[in-house]
């Protein structure tokens, strides 16, 4: 992904600027250029990259820091902060609840991967034990119907199209109307798109809109589109009430820095990005994250202090070399959940972990997540030790997923759940490997974990 690269850039020219012997106006200056060059060439809009120059520099003043302050360090989160701020103008117009019915409408143009989008958005929320649907009212784009069908069917999720009818309102409708009946939770329409914005695609969308009353409007964008990402993002939040944006092909070699105007554009937040062509190349969008990714400062900066903060000094060295291994089996993940019910430091540092409390243990949400965590562990209580200490993930065939979920009592989509969640915090763990605990205040050994 290209805006790695951004990150790169970006953090070279913090190193660059704190490697010079007095952190003056020039040498801020420099690094400010070098940003916004960076910034640029990823596609960001002249104007947010402008502004956020701007601010930056009205945030640190270098009069007011004292000798001895660690200006790299305000410069970095002043930074950080700036980036945050233009990726993230706040919550969705609206957050669809379980067992609640929603109409959630996608639009974008056409090869965004508004279809695949719609599939894998119904598809995540399926395996957290909602009921979705999709509705096909993309007439336009022979095949469309066929498309969605094939990936609905593949993922067991009922839909709605026709093949006869051309009348994209006519099929929203009625489409909407059977799966209310049906008591389906999240009802999802996808539209047609156009190969370039004009008036008959967005005449189209306001009506099917008008038609079914999405309670959200998710606009999905190629993040391949670049320095046009800004103008069309707004001119369909113009059309619709965009409320949301998933933003497609992250896994490619777009530049990416389109998603950022986006953002700006439609003043909605990216709340998915798609990192492949499979249903499950679908991750969640959290801004912070993102950054810290992006500037290789790392979301492990305030992972690592927390080590240091509440671990006994001398349970520090086995908890960095478990991680510093980075093989994440079933049985680690059943440890660390003890560790995170828990609640005593080790717990505590875990629930720090980029990605593992976010979405596992999200804010005000505790007592689910802990229902969902002591759910996992009983399911884990029903594999055999070497399900529990593999590292191969072809072991867990279908058979042994079955017997689990008899053996727990669960249904199987829970065992599968629970899998993918395991995966998951795989993956982050992965990016452990090697870590080794740096001194107070010294962040460069944590960026090059980082560069991920
Ligand atoms: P639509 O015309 O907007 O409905 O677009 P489609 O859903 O048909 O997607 C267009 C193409 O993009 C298809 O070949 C998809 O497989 C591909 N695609 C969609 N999302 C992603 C993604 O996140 N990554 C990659 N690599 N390809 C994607």
């Known amino acids: 992904m290209v805006l790695a690269e951004l990150g790169g850039s970006i953090s070279r020219a913090i190193q660059q600027m704190s490697n010079a012997t007095i952190i003056d106006e020039k040498a801020l200056n420099e690094c400010l250029n070098e940003i916004t060059r960076a910034l640029l060439q990823s596609d960001v809009q002249f104007k947010l990259v402008r502004d956020m120059q701007a601010n930056i520099k009205k ?124 008591n389906c939770d999240l009802i999802i329409v996808d539209t047609s798109g156009r190969h370039k914005q004009e008036a008959a695609l967005f005449e189209e969308m306001r009506q099917v809109a008008e038609a079914t009353k999405p309670d959200l409007v998710i606009f999905v964008m190629d993040s391949s589109i670049g320095q ?63 950054v810290s990714r992006l500037l290789g400062m790392g979301d492990l900066s305030g992972f690592m202090d927390k080590i240091q903060e509440v671990v006994p000094m001398d349970q520090q060295p086995e908890l960095l070399q478990m991680l510093s291994e980075g093989t994440f089996t079933l049985r680690i993940m059943y440890e660390q959940f003890q560790n995170l019910l828990k609640m005593g430091p080790i717990g505590q540092v875990f629930s720090m972990l980029p990605g593992f409390s976010s979405e596992l243990m999200p804010k005000g949400r505790e007592k689910e997540s802990q229902a969902k965590i002591k759910r996992y562990m009983t399911m884990m209580d029903s594999m055999t030790n070497e399900e529990l200490d593999s590292t191969n993930p072809k072991l867990m065939n279908e058979s042994r997923m079955m017997r689990i979920a008899r053996g727990s009592g669960r249904p199987l989509r829970d065992v599968i759940e629970m ?19 740096p001194k107070k205040g010294e962040m460069s050994a944590l960026s090059r974990n980082m560069n991920a």
């Not at 899998?419 to 605990?437: C, N, P, Q, T």
Request: hydrophobic share 40%; aromatic share 10%; net charge positive.
């Open 419 to 437: 899998l993918d969640e395991y995966k998951r915090l795989a993956k982050v763990w992965s990016k452990m490997k090697g870590l080794k605990i």
């Open 228 to 290: 046009a990402a800004f103008d069309q993002a707004q001119a369909f939040k113009q059309s619709v009430a965009v409320g949301a944006v998933i933003v497609t092909k992250m896994d490619g070699h777009a530049k990416g820095g389109g998603a950022l105007s986006a953002v700006a554009a439609t003043k909605s937040p990216v709340i998915f990005i798609g990192t492949g062509e499979h249903m499950d190349e679908f991750e969640v969008f959290d801004v912070k994250p993102f």
């Open 59 to 182: 945030i640190v003043n270098l009069d007011d820091l004292a000798a001895g302050h660690n200006k790299r360090r305000i410069i970095q989160q002043a930074i950080f902060n700036e980036l945050c701020k233009m990726l993230d103008p706040g919550k969705p117009s609206f957050i669809p609840k379980k067992g609640k019915t929603s109409v959630v409408m996608f639009v974008g143009l056409q090869g965004s991967g508004k279809t695949t989008t719609c599939t894998k958005y119904a598809y995540y929320h399926q395996k957290k034990g909602w009921k979705p649907a999709l509705v096909c009212a993309d007439t336009f784009r022979a095949g469309a119907f066929d498309q969605l069908k094939q990936n609905a069917t593949k993922a067991k999720i009922p839909f709605y199209g026709s093949y006869m009818e051309s009348d994209p309102v006519k099929i929203a409708e009625e489409g909407v109307e059977r799966f209310k009946k049906e």
